[in-house]
């Protein structure tokens, strides 16, 4: 019995000695905590007790009051979490060390292990796996219900081995099977950059990590060298990162002192200002720019195409953003754990909030919406607050960045057919790939350009390839190949690219199939003009 009072005293003296140190409290809060204390936190002690007297079996407090942590959290927004000591480490992997494993962003949704997002250029990423797939089988046993640590331990591991995966994904009736070989993931947040013609250049970043800009500006320089002369730089499928690096980004675009992102918490003051030449900057460049956006763009890559479109730099194309712009500071707790409590909200130039409504919505719902592009488009105008860019352009609040152009189809949006699914399962697109590549070298002495204008995947060779799954014993429906013949082609070109010219190649011919991407290198002209609407000090 004398453990829960315990508990409580230990609670009751934090609040106590956090408001004597000044930490978060102010006098009004303090009050409030008083009030809470006297009544919240007696009935949760009731429970607690209640717990401990009655309860079938002996009780594993750390694992409930975390959970209690956790669902208290949960109740505020999608994005105030509490990280478990072992969760730390992983956290940081992602934005500063290399780790070997599969190469997902994860999150445990309703007990269901959720792929947030491939990390691009990983196993995961070369097999299919998509965002919003759950796993609910690994290794033959059930998935469901499990843990954030203990995915670390069943999904990392050392490079070369494997690790089998069953996954649900929306759309089809059966479950998918994957078996991932764990590789090194890579920690560079350019995914790749190359120069499309002899004019102009392509960056893709798929994260903001501690590197980014200076990535990005390495490969600026590169293509520069190349007599890059406009740009489109892909910001899809980018969950974000680092603030101060999606600000360094901007200002490579942006020049002057401008303000590209600021903070509004609850008392409605600005807390914090971010400008374009805040954390310095070699170049600012001028030439035409292009951004590429979609439902998995998120956060700092709303940002950056936020201040770009609010001061009418360059063009937005693609879909409506995802709409992340809450705040969350990090606050460590003593065993090795965290608390992310959002403190306040981003807005960017204009005064747009860029967070969407996330009011009476459980977790799944929120990003179950990932996949749905229409969630903020199908909201009338009239019902969102409007403002307007630096050159008077309207711009709509209520949610993420909506692009100037959109175009919803892309190589990322396309729903391939069980059938071809199946393929991905098993790797046949790169195993074919890696075997023709070997018997025909020659295809390598040549420039990736010239083998994008010039080689072609026939209905020989796709034959050859599906009859290749085939003897694999492959049971695939006629009508799902016929389906996807064209994408098939393009697929098996981009792994032939891959073998050759490493994922420059891939990504190459890809987007040439990419109807975003190929929509983007017409609207050049619309790039340019939109830039002389704002007139810098």
């Not at 594993?60 to 480490?89: F, N, Q």
């Not at 809450?326 to 860029?354: H, M, W």
């Amino acid at each position: 019995m004398k453990r829960p009072k315990r508990l409580a005293a230990i609670f009751i003296f934090g609040i106590v000695l956090l408001s004597t140190l000044g930490i978060l409290f102010t006098p009004k809060l303090f009050a409030d905590l008083q009030g809470l204390t006297r009544q919240q936190i007696k009935k949760f002690m009731s429970v607690v007790q209640l717990v401990q007297i009655y309860y079938v079996e002996p009780v594993e407090w750390d694992k409930t009051i975390e959970g209690a942590i956790s669902g208290m959290l949960e109740k505020l927004d999608p994005h105030s979490v509490y990280i478990p000591a072992e969760k730390m480490k992983e956290v940081k992997e992602n934005f500063s060390a290399k780790f070997e494993g599969i190469g997902i962003q994860f999150d445990v949704i309703d007990g269901y292990l959720t792929v947030i997002a491939p990390i691009e250029g990983s196993p995961s990423d070369r097999l299919g796996i998509r965002s919003g797939d759950r796993i609910i089988k690994i290794n033959g046993k059930s998935a469901i219900g499990i843990t954030r640590e203990e995915v670390i331990k069943k999904l990392r591991g050392p490079k070369g081995t494997t690790v089998k995966v069953t996954i649900l994904r929306e759309g089809l009736e059966e479950p998918l099977e994957f078996t991932i070989v764990r590789d090194v993931i890579p920690i560079r947040t350019v995914t790749t950059r190359f120069m499309v013609d002899d004019s102009t250049g392509y960056i893709k970043v798929n994260r903001f990590a501690a590197t980014t800009s200076e990535e990005v500006e390495e490969a600026l320089v590169e293509l520069e060298r190349q007599n890059m002369k406009r740009l489109i730089l892909d910001l899809r499928n980018n969950p974000g990162g680092y603030l101060h690096e999606a600000v360094k980004l901007a200002g490579k675009f942006i020049p002057g002192h401008r303000l590209i992102v600021y903070t509004q918490g609850r008392s409605g003051k600005i807390e914090d200002e971010y400008y374009s030449d805040q954390f310095g900057r070699r170049l600012v460049r001028t030439y035409p720019l292009i951004v590429l956006i979609d439902r998995g763009s998120a956060s700092a890559s709303e940002i950056v195409a936020g201040a770009i479109q609010d001061y009418d730099r360059g063009l937005i194309v693609g879909t409506n953003s995802f709409g992340k712009g809450l705040v969350q500071k990090e606050f460590a707790l003593n065993d090795g754990s965290a608390v992310r409590i959002t403190t306040a909200k981003y807005y960017i130039p204009s005064g747009r909030c860029i967070q969407r409504d996330y009011k009476g919505k459980s977790l799944q719902e929120y990003y179950s919406e990932l996949n749905d592009t229409t969630a903020v488009d199908t909201l009338a105008k009239e019902d969102r607050p409007l403002y307007y860019t630096k050159g008077g352009r309207p711009v709509y609040g209520g949610g993420g960045i909506h692009p100037d152009v959109v175009i919803k189809e892309s190589y990322f949006t396309y729903r391939m057919t069980p059938s071809v699914s199946k393929l991905f399962q098993k790797r046949m697109f790169f195993v074919y790939a890696a075997e023709y590549a070997a018997r025909h070298k020659d295809l390598g002495r040549t420039t990736l350009r010239k083998f994008q204008q010039t080689f072609q995947v026939d209905d020989a060779l796709l034959n050859d390839f599906l009859e290749y799954c085939r003897k694999k014993d492959l049971k695939l429906k006629p009508e799902d190949l016929e389906k996807d013949r064209e994408f098939m082609k393009v697929q098996l070109k981009a792994e032939l690219a891959r073998e050759f010219w490493g994922n420059d190649g891939y990504y190459y011919v890809i987007l040439h199939w990419d109807k975003q991407f190929t929509s983007a290198l017409k609207l050049f002209n619309r790039a340019e003009k939109l830039a002389h609407l704002n007139k810098y000090e």
